[in-house]
């Protein structure tokens, strides 16, 4: 197995455990659990390729992909069914699988020979498109949407930017990743526990006799 499926595959089964966590207090049942897991695992990935016109998508080619995401699944909601899970570890899950998949799909796009610019967006779109459909089915705002959040397309965006800026400098795909990986986890992170984030926009009102 080479290092970039074994990537994919450790992304694949982190957001799916982050898929079954974000089901907690949703009166959802194990079937529901599953959806969730593999809607968050491959939503990312399933719209990048679409617009890539890689079809079948790439969790459709590899039994692997499925697998790993249903096993994590199912592993994680019979651990949460005995053991209660803090809220904090579906935000650290939830990191480490936006870093991963923002890394996996820049990698993929530029591979594809889009424009750099692209690569990016595409990037940032695998990183948080799985995790937007999780919030809307479980009924919920989706974290990319939430002031309370903090950088959180930020921190994909930023990773996936540190790639193409790296490899421009250096021939080493690695040292390219793990700069992508580190960024995007670190600010993601970061934000979390200090509650960094952008200005939001306020219209500021005009005095009515101005």
Not at 89 to 109: H, Y
Not at 171 to 196: N, Y
Request: glycine fraction near 12%; aromatic fraction near 8%.
């Amino acid at each position: 197995m080479n290092i970039s499926l074994t990537l994919e595959l450790v992304a694949v089964g982190v957001c799916a455990v982050t898929g079954v966590l974000a089901a907690e207090g949703k009166q959802v049942d194990l079937f529901g659990v599953l959806v969730l897991a593999v809607v968050t695992a491959f939503g990312g990935g399933t719209v990048r390729d679409l617009l890539l016109g890689d079809v079948p998508v790439a969790w459709m080619r590899n039994p692997y992909y499925l697998l790993t995401a249903m096993l994590a699944g199912l592993g994680t909601f019979i651990i949460a069914r005995y053991r209660s899970l803090p809220r904090t570890v579906l935000l650290v899950a939830d990191a480490f699988g936006l870093a991963l998949f923002t890394l996996i799909g820049t990698k993929k796009g530029l591979a594809f020979g889009v424009a750099v610019p692209v690569g990016v967006m595409l990037g940032v779109i695998t990183g948080v498109a799985g995790g937007i459909l999780r919030d809307v089915l479980t009924g919920t705002i989706p974290l990319v949407f939430r002031s309370a959040i903090y950088l959180y397309a930020t921190a994909a965006l930023c990773g996936a930017l540190v790639y193409v800026l790296v490899l421009r400098w250096t021939p080493s795909k690695v040292v390219a990743a793990g700069s992508s990986l580190a960024t995007t986890l670190v600010l993601r992170l970061a934000a979390i526990r200090w509650k960094l984030g952008l200005p939001l926009f306020h219209v500021r009102c005009r005095d009515a006799a101005g």
